[in-house]
T-cell receptor, first 111, second 113 residues
Framework: DAKTTQPDSMESTEGETVHLPCSHA???????IYWYRQVPLQGPEYVTH???QNTTNSMAFLAIASDRKSSTLILPHVSLRDAAVYHC????????????FGQGTVLSVIP | EAAVTQSPRNKVAVTGGKVTLSCNQT?????MYWYRQDTGHGLRLIHY???????EKGDIPDGYKASRPSQENFSLILELATPSQTSVYFC????????????FGPGTRLTVL
């Protein structure tokens, strides 16, 4: 399976904009970039996804490099509720559509 | 809103006993998945299904069976539970296709003594 590399942890202060990086140097042309987040004692929650173009929704902005070898999840004005483990995942368009989770980035938010 | 529920939420079983974890989705999704999550590991895929009557092996299927009797329900079965199967189990549903997100249930915490 294709791999992603994320920092183990990051810290932010409430109200700041957070940039969570993800490296995926061996990404294939048919692979989507997905972001999920997970808080303790809950299942993963979908955040956003993209293929080539930057995307935005109510939760986050996803910036994808032009060569698609890296991406950045941007969380504007974080709150304490955004503290979670953020997973960057590559998902092919075919097959069983399984998600392969790594360790992700633990985002801590300070009041 | 997409909904995936799991039961039980917590389970204590004895070694060698049979355990059944249940999952129900009201999203009318074709695909359903069972993952387990352990400290130091990300979620790992155990079994999945493309629809009623279908079950497929995931990355770590040994010691587990799955059953998909209907579009809505997907069960994970441990015929002979072992302490190594102590974990948190997550069920998910989703439609096929790369641009489709998966929706996860709240998880079942299983302890095998």
């Amino acid at each position: 399976d294709a791999k992603t590399t994320q920092p183990d942890s990051m810290e932010s202060t409430e109200g700041e904009t957070v940039h969570l990086p993800c490296s995926h140097a061996t990404i294939s042309g048919n692979e989507y970039i997905y972001w999920y987040r997970q808080v303790p004692l809950q299942g993963p929650e979908y955040v956003t996804h993209g293929l080539q173009q930057n995307t935005t929704n109510s939760m986050a902005f996803l910036a994808i490099a032009s060569d698609r070898k890296s991406s950045t999840l941007i969380l504007p004005h974080v709150s304490l509720r955004d503290a979670a483990v953020y997973h960057c995942i590559l998902r092919p368009t075919g097959g069983n559509n399984k998600l392969t989770f790594g360790q992700g980035t633990v985002l801590s938010v300070i009041p | 809103e997409a909904a995936v529920t799991q039961s039980p939420r917590n389970k204590v079983a004895v070694t060698g006993g049979k355990v059944t974890l249940s999952c129900n989705q009201t999203n009318n999704h074709n695909n359903m998945y069972w993952y387990r999550q352990d400290t130091g590991h990300g979620l790992r895929l155990i079994h999945y299904s493309y629809g009623a009557g279908s079950t497929e092996k995931g990355d770590i299927p040994d010691g587990y069976k799955a059953s998909r009797p209907s579009q809505e329900n997907f069960s994970l079965i441990l015929e002979l539970a072992t302490p190594s199967q102590t974990s948190v189990y997550f069920c998910a549903s989703g439609d096929p296709g790369g641009a489709r997100e998966q929706y996860f249930g709240p998880g079942t915490r299983l302890t095998v003594l």
